[in-house]
């Protein structure tokens, strides 16, 4: 369950009102994503190792 997670904002967050943010929060099985403006909404959840993947990816940008 999302709900009992512990989440930490991106390091990459402007701390603007209206900027666009994202949070992270991991578990066991997961790394779990949601929209830091809408909490509300359902979070995205991906094994680690395919978190592992992604991270490895947007780095190479």
Request: hydrophobic share 40%; net charge negative; with cysteine.
């Amino acid at each position: 369950m999302t709900r009992d997670l512990v989440w930490f904002k991106s390091s990459y967050s402007t701390g603007e009102v209206d900027s666009d943010c994202v949070e992270v929060a991991a578990d066991r099985s997961a790394v779990h994503v949601r929209d830091s403006k809408d909490t509300s909404r359902p979070a995205l959840a991906l094994g680690r190792g395919a978190w592992a993947v992604f991270v490895a990816g947007v780095g190479e940008r």
